[in-house]
T-cell receptor, first 112, second 113 residues
Framework: GAGVSQSPSNKVTEKGKDVELRCDPISGHTALYWYRQRLGQGLEFLIY????????KSGLPSDRFSAERTGESVSTLTIQRTQQEDSAVYLC??????????FGSGTRLTVV | GESVGLHLPTLSVQEGDNSIINCAYSNSASDYFIWYKQESGKGPQFIID?????DKRQGQRVTVLLNKTVKHLSLQIAATQPGDSAVYFC????????????FGSGTRLLVRP
């Protein structure tokens, strides 16, 4: 597609449930990033994938968070046993190896 | 995880005036810097970037200045328009961090008509 696509755009879930967020990067982009943005705040790095290299998971806040990506395709971010503090917009970005990041519009997650 | 979760400062300017948004970055090894614009309900949008071997770069109505000595980055917007109202973020990346972007605290720009 022309841009980075994220789904769903909005997700309301009950505390304790698991959620899966999806990111479709721009075709040919080798790098993919997940960020979290709480209301009125900046972007918090979560995880980074570059081709077939081992992902940089240094930003994941707890072991309830995990992400997968197969090759240079779709990525899913999974949050297990969601908590209210997980409520945020989750943004995905992709870039070619040389940089030039493009962000999706994000998934707004609300944990009630 | 790395976080820049600060409450956003606000810059209010009159339409037609020039705007200057400042950012202090943290890593002296960073060599690539980007400014993003984020409108409400949307993801960040690329504005302009600069590499550490430059100290100034100009785009359409925007200029980025880089001062590596004091680790300071600024974004200048000429003839600010109502459509420029948004939150602006700087981001840094270093060659040794595999292009992982670290975002600075954002600044909300409000343009008064």
């Amino acid at each position: 597609g022309a841009g980075v696509s994220q789904s769903p755009s909005n997700k309301v879930t009950e505390k304790g449930k698991d959620v899966e967020l999806r990111c479709d990067p721009i075709s040919g982009h080798t790098a993919l990033y997940w960020y979290r943005q709480r209301l009125g705040q900046g972007l918090e790095f979560l995880i980074y994938f570059q081709g077939n290299s081992a992902p940089d998971k240094s930003g994941l806040p707890s072991d309830r968070f995990s992400a997968e990506r197969t090759g240079e395709s779709v990525s899913t971010l999974t949050i297990q046993r969601t908590q209210q503090e997980d409520s945020a917009v989750y943004l995905c970005a992709s870039s070619p190896f040389t940089g030039g990041y493009t962000f999706g519009s994000g998934t707004r997650l609300t944990v009630v | 995880g790395e976080s820049v979760g600060l409450h956003l400062p606000t810059l209010s300017v009159q339409e037609g005036d020039n705007s200057i948004i400042n950012c202090a970055y943290s890593n002296s090894a960073s060599d690539y810097f980007i400014w993003y614009k984020q409108e409400s309900g949307k993801g960040p949008q690329f504005i302009i970037d600069i590499r550490s071997n430059m100290d100034k770069r100009q785009g359409q109505r925007v200029t980025v200045l880089l001062n590596k000595t004091v680790k300071h980055l600024s974004l200048q917007i000429a003839a600010t328009q109502p459509g420029d109202s948004a939150v602006y973020f700087c981001a840094e990346s270093g060659m040794d961090s595999s292009y992982k972007l670290i975002f600075g605290s954002g600044t909300r720009l409000l343009v008064r008509p």
